[in-house]
């Protein structure tokens, strides 16, 4: 299975979406990996300027508890409001020129 969940912003200062995305991550995940389906996940952001690709690594916490998963292994994925739509790029730039 293949999951994207998309964020949109244009503030140069937002907080990290994916940290909350993934708090029930395992919650959300259980029917698909009790049934042995993977899971391939692309946070997308689109955002005003940036373009990147970056893959980020399985991350995990042990507690008394015992392990907590922080996040599974995806990609990040940043493109711009340009690459979505051209019109309304040219249009955000037209805006934060003037």
């Known amino acids: 299975?293949?999951?994207?969940?998309?964020?949109?912003?244009?503030?140069?200062?937002?907080?990290?979406?994916?940290?909350?995305?993934?708090?029930?991550?395992?919650?959300?995940?259980?029917?698909?990996?009790?049934?042995?389906?993977?899971?391939?996940?692309?946070?997308?952001?689109?955002?005003?300027?940036?373009r990147m690709r970056d893959k980020v690594p399985k991350k995990k916490r042990y507690t008394r508890q015992g392990e907590k998963l922080i996040n599974p292994e995806y990609t990040e994925v940043f493109i711009t409001v340009k690459d979505v739509n051209n019109e309304i790029g040219m249009a955000l730039e037209s805006a934060r020129s003037e």
Do not use: G
């Open 1 to 50: 299975a293949r999951l994207i969940p998309i964020q949109i912003t244009i503030a140069k200062n937002h907080s990290k979406s994916m940290d909350k995305f993934f708090n029930n991550w395992e919650m959300w995940t259980k029917k698909l990996t009790d049934h042995k389906i993977e899971i391939e996940t692309t946070f997308l952001w689109i955002t005003e300027d940036k």
